[in-house]
């Protein structure tokens, strides 16, 4: 599998705010990896960090073997990469189905709406509803179908679990199983482990700006105890 992603010593800055310090991490072609730690850990900074959202940033970002740390965000998206924010922002005054047309292509291959509304009938429901009259979760998904509209093969996706019922997380769980068959690379930030879990191949902790433990799938047993102080789960 070749590489999609690696960042050398990220430094990322707010104002005068170092939040991050030094993170390094890789994540492979077709792999599904979660950063986990506490809020104000710097895990949200990290994506950020990536896609050139913060205000200031040093060290190394590859994607694709291609440096981008010196890219701006919109030449950075360009390079094949979704974003899926943690406050959503869907456009309110416009339907589901009107939001899905929107995005623009960043690469070949974006999802039609045919294949959207296969992996989330609930958008085919509600596709003439307005954006402010879908729930919480219907918005979500929302949120993950735009960018898989662009054609994006790197999706970063904060906190998508956050605050939403049961079937809801089940349902977005399943979709990312299935981007995961179809060859999408993900990067969540989850703070829901019970969701995490079972979907990713790797982990990565962060606490204080900084990688702390690295480990896949099959060692999650022999993590517990470090994750239940680091987590507190």
Do not use: W
Request: hydrophobic share 40%.
């Amino acid at each position: 599998m070749s590489e999609m992603l690696r960042l050398s010593d990220v430094h990322a800055f707010y104002g005068e705010s170092h939040i991050l310090h030094g993170v390094n991490l890789h994540v492979k072609q077709g792999e599904v990896v979660t950063l986990l730690g506490r809020n104000g850990a710097g895990r949200t900074t990290t994506l950020k960090a990536i896609l050139g959202l913060v205000g200031r940033r040093t060290g190394s970002i590859k994607i694709n073997n291609q440096e981008a740390a010196h890219l701006a965000p919109h030449h950075i998206a360009r390079m094949g990469i979704g974003f899926c924010p943690e406050e959503r922002g869907i456009f309110a005054s416009l339907s589901c189905e009107e939001n899905l047309l929107l995005p623009p292509k960043v690469a070949e291959g974006g999802m039609s709406l045919e294949e959207i509304y296969t992996l989330f009938p609930n958008l085919k429901e509600r596709r003439m509803s307005p954006g402010t009259r879908l729930s919480g979760g219907e918005q979500q998904m929302l949120s993950v179908a735009r960018i898989l509209r662009t054609g994006a093969g790197l999706l970063l996706l904060d906190e998508i679990s956050e605050g939403l019922a049961p079937v809801i997380v089940q349902a977005l769980g399943r979709a990312i199983r299935m981007l995961r068959e179809r060859g999408f690379t993900i990067v969540m930030v989850e703070q829901n482990f019970r969701f995490a879990a079972p979907l990713a191949d790797r982990f990565y902790v962060i606490e204080h700006g900084a990688v702390v433990e690295e480990f896949s799938a099959s060692q999650l047993d022999s993590k517990a105890e470090m994750l239940k102080d680091y987590l507190g789960v």
